[in-house]
């Protein structure tokens, strides 16, 4: 996933990972009756309807199964592409006979897993054609596809543009041989190269590029040629995600087991550093925490993650988050794809969810708050006071005023944002708001 990943191992960017344990456990206690049922955010009316909405679609099979990786993907050898494709199409229609997604066009669409570009380039078109007959997807709609550079030749890229994909999110995570070793990737720098060099001659747009920092054994040097040859092969986009030992992986048991070190907290403090200078020189904007873009290229699907604007998640392990009845519900989908494939083509009634929770209130509030303080503009008061019904001084008025005084948070303009300190302490001020 992380790009095949959008591999980054620590990425709060697609519904796969939004609505994790970080999300369950809100403070509702002191939830004002009015919040819940004032929901009015961009675009969203009080009856649950949207104007448009990000739909996601995991594709769950990979290869081989990284030591670091903690999502919802499957290493196989062959995989069951006709009947997990039917499924999708099946959990499709009849999401769109449901409110909100009802006559609601796509703005964003984007494949992640797992290994989207494992799929035929005749599926990801079967999946676009029937998104857009059920919904519509608006015109200059931004479609990603996360690719790992060592499944995709000139005639998949071809594909895949000609299907309708305009995005492609390429897997790099290193060019250093070394740390590929380490990170137990399948692939080698030469495979970015010539996948970044076919995807443009394929007609891509939008290149992103993923990359991964503070791996066991990298020096500040590594990153930053890591860095400089991301930037050489000219995306358009960076994601460069700090390394994470996620409980239930490989690097998990043996961090546990002193068989491998994390660097310091310091070292990984240097190697963001590093990252955040090469870029910058590079033109590059860092816009959210993890994201890097040139001017006008910033993620559109991932900004609606960020934003808590409502999406559709279909496939195995998927969430979705969307106004319902005036409230907002947050569900997902049976992790595990066959069982996921059994329920949606077995004609469950709820189809393959398997939890959902109502963020309401305070929660949701917070929740909005720390979604949208990742980003480097922060949010409107405005926009948090449609989403909530509620000033935010009314409701974290303690909470903001000791981050201020603590030079993290800056309101001014009308909008609330996390100074150059906040942004490196962003998990400490994130649990404020939780
Ligand atoms: S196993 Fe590897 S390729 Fe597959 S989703 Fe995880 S990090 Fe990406």
């Known amino acids: 996933m992380m790009t095949a990943d959008r591999e980054g191992p620590s990425l709060p960017d ?40 990000a739909l996601y679609v995991h594709i769950p099979y990979c290869l081989a199964k990284c030591p670091y990786c903690d999502f919802n993907s499957y290493a196989v050898a062959r995989w069951p592409e006709q009947r997990y494709l039917a499924a999708l199409l099946g959990e499709m229609g009849r999401r769109a006979e449901e409110p909100p ?46 690719a790992n550079p060592g499944t995709v030749d000139r005639a998949k890229l071809e594909g895949l543009r000609r299907a309708g994909v305009n995005r492609l999110s390429v897997g790099a995570q290193s060019f250093r041989p070394a740390t590929l070793e380490t990170l137990g990737r399948n692939h080698d720098a030469d495979q970015t190269r010539q996948a970044v060099r076919l995807a443009r001659r394929a007609g891509f747009e939008q290149l992103n590029l993923d990359l991964i920092y503070a791996v066991p054994g990298q ?21 460069a995600y700090c390394l994470t030992f996620e409980p239930g992986t490989q690097f998990h048991s043996l961090m546990k087991s002193g068989r491998l070190l994390p660097p310091s907290a310091d070292r990984q403090a240097d190697f963001l550093g590093a990252v955040n200078r090469e870029l910058a020189s590079s033109a590059f904007e860092r816009y ?56 949606v083509l ?16 305070r929660g949701l509030a917070g929740e909005f ?3 949208n303080l990742r980003l480097q503009r922060g949010f409107a008061l405005l926009d948090f006071e449609r989403r909530t019904g509620c000033s935010f001084g009314d409701l974290f008025s303690s909470e903001a005023a000791r981050l ?30 939780v």
Do not use: M
Request: aromatic residues 8%; charged residues 25%.
């Open 14 to 53: 697609r519904p796969a990972r939004q609505g994790d344990a970080t999300l369950d456990a809100r403070g509702q206690a002191r939830a004002p009756a009015a919040a819940a049922a004032a929901t009015d955010p961009r675009g969203e009316d009080r009856q649950g309807s949207v104007s448009s909405f």
């Open 346 to 361: 077995g004609g469950a009634a709820r189809l393959a969810e398997t939890g959902e929770e109502w963020p309401e209130g």
């Open 219 to 239: 020096t500040s040097d590594d990153v930053v040629r890591d860095v400089r040859e991301a930037v050489a092969l000219e995306p358009d986009h960076v994601s």
């Open 404 to 433: 201020v005084d603590a030079g993290l948070l800056r309101i001014a303009e009308g909008r609330v944002r996390l100074t150059e300190r906040g942004l490196e302490l962003a998990d400490s001020v994130f649990a404020c708001f």
């Open 101 to 146: 997604w009802r006559g609601t066009p796509a703005k964003t669409l984007f494949f992640g897993g797992g290994t989207p570009s494992l799929f035929a380039p005749e599926s990801i078109e079967a999946i676009l054609d029937r998104a857009d007959s059920l919904f519509g997807i608006e015109p200059g709609a931004e479609i990603t596809l996360e």
């Open 288 to 343: 959210e925490i993890s994201n890097y873009a040139r001017p006008g290229c910033q993620a559109r699907h991932n900004l609606a993650y960020w934003r808590a604007e409502p999406y559709l998640g279909l496939g195995a392990g998927a969430h979705s988050f969307g106004p319902a009845g005036g409230r907002w519900r947050r569900w997902w989908n049976e992790r595990s794809p066959e069982r996921y494939c059994e329920a």
């Open 369 to 371: 708050v720390f979604l």
